[in-house]
């Protein structure tokens, strides 16, 4: 496995000044209500679905390259059982995944003043585990595979913890080229917020209208939307259809094929 962590290693030759890209990295308050920048040309006048070949893709990771529910199933009751607390099921987990530890502890009705203490236990856990369950998605390592081969750089942004991050990474792609994998990192908004996803692609010099977000959650949609670039929403992740339209998506794709030929630009 290659991947450029931000703290530790820096691919680019120059990267742009903060001032200097302000006007790139925000929201385009100019582009007109309920589109995003690039999502224009998913369309062709056939009302068949066409895409730009981008410079570049954003993946989440839970739930759109790997299904990492045993793990952190695993992980969370393992933690709640030591604090003597009840264990949850595998549904009920799945439900809370998306927005971080502590959103996901939220959903689990746990007590406030303990949050703190089992994010950290949580993460110990998880990066400590031996014996992985999680898997790849069947279609994943072609729709890599593809994506490398035709020069596309590739991220990861997540709202897991970056230690986490980098042991699923470590475990179940190391077959792939990451440029950057960004994790949850103290000090940072997690996503919705543009923040993180601004701070890597200024650091890599990827301008933000070459840029693809691709995802299974309603997080996904959000940050997209944020920072004005369009999002495809994978549906073999932990999100229905239906609840994945109701947070705004508009884009689709069934299967990892689908999501290569949207990257780019094969029409359907």
């Known amino acids: 496995m290659r ?5 530790v290693r820096d691919r ?8 200097a890209c302000r006007g790139q990295y925000r929201r385009r308050r100019d582009s007109p209500p309920g589109r995003r920048p690039g999502l224009q040309q998913l369309s062709s006048a056939r009302g068949r679905c066409v895409s730009m070949k981008y410079r570049a893709v954003v993946f989440d990771m839970d739930g759109t390259l790997v299904n990492t529910i045993p793990d952190i199933t695993l992980t969370v009751n393992s933690v709640l059982r030591r604090n003597g607390l009840l264990e949850k099921t595998a549904g009920d987990i799945e439900k809370g995944v998306g927005f971080g530890v502590e959103h996901l502890l939220r959903t689990l009705d746990i007590p406030e003043q303990m949050n703190s203490s089992l994010v950290r236990e949580i ?3 998880y990066s400590e585990m031996q014996q992985s369950k999680a898997y790849v998605y069947s279609g994943v390592m072609d729709l890599i595979h593809r994506v490398t081969v035709a020069g596309v750089q590739m991220f990861i942004l997540s709202n897991k913890l970056q230690r986490s991050l980098e042991k699923s990474v470590s ?5 792939a080229e990451f440029v950057s994998v960004t994790g949850s990192q103290p000090g940072h908004p997690a996503k919705p917020s543009p923040d993180l996803l601004f701070k890597m692609l200024e650091r890599f010099n990827v301008p933000l209208d070459s840029v693809l977000m691709a995802g299974d959650g309603e997080a996904d949609v959000a940050v997209a939307q944020a920072a004005g670039i369009p999002c495809v929403s994978v549906l073999w992740g932990f999100r229905s259809r239906e609840a994945l339209e109701a947070a705004g998506a508009d884009l689709f794709a069934s299967t990892p094929r689908d999501l290569a030929e949207l990257i780019l630009g094969v029409e359907q």
Do not use: E, I, T, V
């Open 3 to 7: 991947y450029c962590r931000d703290s």
């Open 12 to 19: 680019s030759n120059s990267c742009m000044g903060l001032a």
């Open 123 to 125: 993460d110990n856990a």
């Open 171 to 175: 475990d179940h792609l190391s077959f």
